[in-house]
Structure formats: C-alpha cells, structure tokens
C-alpha cells in the first residue's frame, strides 16, 4: 500500500503529493483525510494523505516510509479533499494551505522540533545568544548552521530539545467520580475510626449515592482532597473516569426555545420558492431591505432541512455574528446548532467543530472558515449580507466563501442563499443575468416605514460658524431623544479619523520605522503602535524630528468624538463600542446587553455597531462622516459607502417607534450617499455598474492583483516588472496588464511591496499561465528572499 502525501512545505517548485510507503503495522489503521508526518529531504514535516493506492510511479523500494500518523480518525473527508485541489486551481494557492484552511487551528500544530534555552542567555555560546535574542526558542529547521552549537549545549543542559505540540489540540478532559448506587457496598468498606478525612467523605457519598461528580467539585463540596477520594475509590466506594468535555462558552439548556413566526406573504412567496428546490444546487439571491425578515426566511428553511435529515450552514459576518444573533438559532434549534466565531478560542473551536464532525449537531452558525464545516449530507447554505468583504480571505489561500459555498451545493445538491440588503454588484448582476434567482422582499416584516434619513451638508455648517464635528441638527436630535428617554447610535467611519502625534512646529507625523505608514496613538497604554508590523514605543514628550514639545495627540477617533460629546451633552450616559473597548473577551457582549438593558442613553462606535443591533428603543442614528469609505483609492468605494449607509439606517426604529436618520457629509450630492437616504438600490446599481464599465472594473472584468515583496526595493521592483513582461507575452491582447508600481503602502516590516493588476474578460490561459508564475517563484525568486501573493478577484483595488 501507498499513500500520497502533501506535504507542508513551501520551498518546492512543483505542488504535487509525494509517494509514501505505508509501514505494515500502520496498514489497517491508514484512510485519506488522516494527518501524517514524514521524512522529506533531511528533515520530518508534517501532510495529509490526500489518497491511498497499489501502485507508484517510482521505484517503490525506495519509498520512505511514513514516519508517524496522526489521527486515527480522518480529519478531512472525500469532498473537501477534493474540494482542495479545485481551491487551488480556483484561488492559485498551494494545496497544503487549502487543507489547513479546512481544519480548526488546534489541528494545525506544526509538530515542530525546537531548541528552548533552559539557562540564562550568557551561559550558551556567544554565536547562539544572537540566536536566543529575539525569542526564547530556535527552530530546528532554521538552525541548521548552528546545529554543532546547540548539540554541545543540549549536552550541557543549558538548552533543551522541545516538540511544540500546541496544547489546544488536548481534548479538554475531566476527572469524574462515579459513586456506587448500592449502600450495602459502601457500608462494607472498612474505615479505620482515626481516618477522620475518609469517613467524613464516606458520609458524604451515602448522600450522594449514584451520583457522578467532577472530582473538583466533590473536593470542594465534601471538603476533602484527592488522595482521600482515590482511597476510598480503592476500595470499591465509586470509579474513577477521565472523560472527554466541551468547553462550551453558553450552557445551553438556559435558553428557552421559541416558535417559528407566521410568514408574511412576501416571505411566504420567498420561501416557497426556495423550500421547492431544496434537492437542486440552485442559487438564490434573497434582497430584502433591513427587517425585511431574511432571517426569519433562514430559520424556516433550515427548519425543513433538518426534517429532511439534512445539515444546514449558516454564515454570517464576524461582526454581525452577535450573541442576539446566535440567540435566535439556539431559540429556535437548541442544541442541534454549532457556533464558530472569532471570540471562541482555539480549543472551544476545536470542540464546535468535533461536534459537526461527529454529527452530533445539524447547523453551524459562524463566521467564513465555517464554510468547511466537515458536514456529510448538507441541505443548505447561506451567506447573509452576501457582499461583505470579510467573507474574502486576506491571506492564502484566497478564497472567497461564495465560491466555496456554490462548489460545496453542487456536490451535496443543495441550494445556496445569498441574502442581502445591499447585494455586491457581482451577484446582482448574475441574478439580472439569471445564473442567480432573484427573491425580493420589499418592507419590513412588521411593517414599520423605514426610517427618515436627511442629510446635513457640512460644508454649510462650516460656512455658518459651525466647527464641531456636530452638525446643528444632529445636535438638536441628540438633545430631544434624551429628553425623551430614548437611545441613540452614534456611528463613526473609523478610518476617517486619526490617531497621530503630529509636531505642531515641523509639521512632522511619527512614522514607523519599518513601514511606511503613520505609527497610531493609543491613549489607554500610552504608546504609539504600528498596525502593520506590531512595533511600538511609549509615546514621545518632544519631537524626535527637532525637539520641540509643541506635539499634539490625536486620540483615536470614538475617543475624540467622545469627549465632543461630553461637552455637548454633559448629561448623557455614553457607551463607546471601538477596538480598544472590545479588546477583551466577551467586552463586546457585554456593551451591548448593557446598551440593550438601558443602561446608557448613546452608543457610540464603529463598524462594529453597523449590523445586527436590534433594539426597539434607539429611535436616532447619527453618521458623523459619511465621506470616509467615499475617499478610499478603491474601485468599491462608492458600493461600500452605500452598504454602510444602509446597514446603519436600519438600526433606527425596528419596533414600534419611528427612527430618524441624520447622516452628515462633505459631499452629500454624491449618488452613493443621496440613494442610499432612500434606499434606492437599483438606481445605485445602474449608476455603478456604469462607473464599473467606464472603468474597467468588476463585474464587467475580472481582476488579479499580483504583490511581491522584498527587502530590497529593485529587487522587489524588477520581479514585478519580470512578471509583467512575462505575462504580456502569455495573456491575450484584449487582456489589459497594468504596472507594476509600487503598492498603496509602499513598505511594510521593511519590504518594499510592488504590484500588478491584470484585467481581463476571457483568458482561458489564466490558470496555467499562474501556475507557471509560481513555479517559477518556488524555483528561484523565494530562494532570493522574495514573497509573491497572487489575489485572483481581490475585493478591493
Ligand atoms: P432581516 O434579517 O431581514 O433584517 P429579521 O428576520 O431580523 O429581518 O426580521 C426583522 C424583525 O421582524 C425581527 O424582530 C423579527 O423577529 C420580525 N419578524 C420577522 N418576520 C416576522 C413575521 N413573519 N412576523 C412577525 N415578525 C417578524
Ligand atoms: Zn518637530
Ligand atoms: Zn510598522
């Protein structure tokens, strides 16, 4: 038997699995899907077996044999494994980083061999202490000019041999005591009357007969301690069981269930047409403005799913993956329902997912990864908010959810539901085409009118005096609202406003010293942090340019907008919901139960409060600068400022309660901004897809944004160049290939990042041509210290 590996390395010109023998002992216990490590070069990595056969291309007497296999239960099944060869086609990504992708990152341990100092650094040799410097552990991969070094300092013991196994991989386990249900047992055990300790225990355990009980609990309940326990399990009084525990975040007994909610008759038509198609891979887009009832639409159908015996994916954005959100599934579901988000951590993940992959849930509700929920008879996908940019991964591989979403229905035969208020131009376009099938819902479920949105132009603020950042209006709505007891939100465009120190003498902004890009001011630690490479430094009292102490802080834009608000309404009870008040596990949670319980009168924040909020009494909410996301180099600027108007817009009067919406501008005549007061979606898309064609851009072309980075700026600059020419003899004429140039942020961690842009309709040689690209970049340009990214659809250019 052979089994055919990917392996974990990225160094190799050819991506393509390895041939292994399997070794007779581990022949019964060997399936595709399984984690295994192996000898390749001189060193052991980690792979997947990707297949298992008879026979080999090469001479099969000198196949190396697999050195250790991982799980005994596959971690992979037959469709994502498939799923991973079309991912790397699909996305130009290696087929190692798909299988990753696939798995909960407590199965991603590298199982890495390291040298960890166990002594004061002065004790080792110097050449080592350059080595020891930066972090307290070397790898043995990277160390391999310094090997003789490190084998003379294990010997002394200054250093020690370590296997970095990551501890979350551990199935979290319990000590369990199983008391005997039988008292004439109990009364047969001897006690010694001196041994106090035991019999006190003994006593407690006729209270307890039957019982099981955590073996902590037991200490504390019974005051007593381990080693009495394991005497009295001795002899015969209960049994002692390590057993296996979710650690699950929410108990989820606590919540009550509810029942569905009758259909309107837009839902009900809505529905209809997608309960009718449950066993075909057809898509469907549902657009229904904010509160239309899409989720309600959700609930129903995977409601029919799961009578069908079938499994259902619920995606929803990180943001807008809220506990009201959850909520409403484990009301509805209870405990058939997984929840896989970003506030878990890697081992609660770990246990979402053994759940799905044992079966003993039926609905995932989570955040992009959870699209490869190792589901094996799925009945249904969605994608709400289908247009959010977050369901795109950022780094390799880079695929985008929908796409994996509609190649998962295909195998299973199962529908896909794109919801959205503000559908991407991308999937509208096809439901126009009807490659999509368009499902409209028009008003709110309860029939609330969407709520009043004026737009205050600030250029007339500014010409009449005003020079705060509220407007009069926007200040008189405050003021009324609390008057009136009711709540606002207050949303700020986050990147809109800075968090600098600038020097007021020189002019000069503090910049980092490994990136090009302006360090950022965080009031709460008083340092100064770079975003892109992590670097800080505690924050300077005097110019470092010409030591002037005239330098100003910026503190970050909620913070600033804060403190406005503290002068303008003394009065109010402000919650302030951004980055720095939600660093903290659950702190997002908790700032909303609070705003929700009325226990402040304003929230105030960022994206992060665009979504999901639904609470009957804000009844006003204020956009501070709707310009923003306006002004940003990309060619979605104007789609995304029209989604966030929207998303925002639609905090304001979900019950009974009119909202009104007061969104403040620099350019308020602009179409993104004046059809978003209306929501008038298809106006705005006819507009932008008329901007898309002038321009070249999506949906109209397709585009591949192709970055290299290297510490050396010509180095960087000439492979771009390379890869242009190259791919102007490759690519057809009508293909268009703009650059290189440098990239928006020019120099990140000090590498230069040059970049691409290919713009194509057609190009049935793309895929190949890309690959060849690649080869060549694991054959020679990563030898010379290079990194190549290669975006196929890029979300933003
Ligand atoms: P969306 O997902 O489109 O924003 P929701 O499903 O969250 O809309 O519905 C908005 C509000 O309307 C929620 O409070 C929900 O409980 C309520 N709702 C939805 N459908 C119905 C219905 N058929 N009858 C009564 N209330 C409904
Ligand atoms: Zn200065
Ligand atoms: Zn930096």
Redesign the pocket.
Known sequence: MIAEVIVDVAAHPIDRPFDYAIPAHLQVLVEPGMRVKVPFGNRKVLGFITAIKDTTAFDPARLKPIHELMDVVPVLNEELLDMAKWMKKQTVCFEIDALQVMIPSALRAKYEKRFVLNAPIEEIAAPLQAYFGKRPFVRAQEAVEVYGLLKKELEKGTIVADTDISQQTAVKKVRMIHITDSLETLESIEIRPNAKQQLKLMDYMKENLGKSIESSQMQKDAGTTLPTIYSLVEKGAAIINNEELYRDPKLQSEIERKPS????DA?QIAFDAIDGSLSTSKTFLLH?I???????IYLQTIDQVLKEGKEAIMLVPEISLTPQMTLRFKERFGDMVAVLHSGLSAGEKYDEWRKIQRGEVKVVVGARSAIFAPFRNLGLIILDEEHESSYKQDDSPRYHARDVAIWRSEYHQCPVILGSATPSLESYARAQKGVYELLVLEQR??NQPLPEVEIVDMREELRSGNRSMFSVPLAEAIRERLERKEQIVLFLNKRGYSSFVLCRDCGTVMQCPNCDISLTYHRSTEMMKCHYCGYDEPVPHTCPECESEHIRFFGTGTQKVEEELARLVPEARVLRMDVDTTRNKGAHEKILSAFGEGKADILLGTQMIAKGL?FPNITLVGVLSADTTLHLPDFRAAEKTYQLLTQVSGRAG?DVLPGTVIVQSYTPEHYAITLAKDQLYEPFYDREMAMRRASGYPPYYFVVNIQFTHEDLMTAASYAEQTVSYLKGQLSANTLIIGPSASLIARVNNRYRYQCLIKYKKEPKLAEVMQQLIKIYRSEWIKKGATLAIDMNPTSV
């Open positions: 909610l009758q259909l309107t839902q229904g904010t509160g239309s009832g899409k989720t309600e479920a309860k639904d979900r």
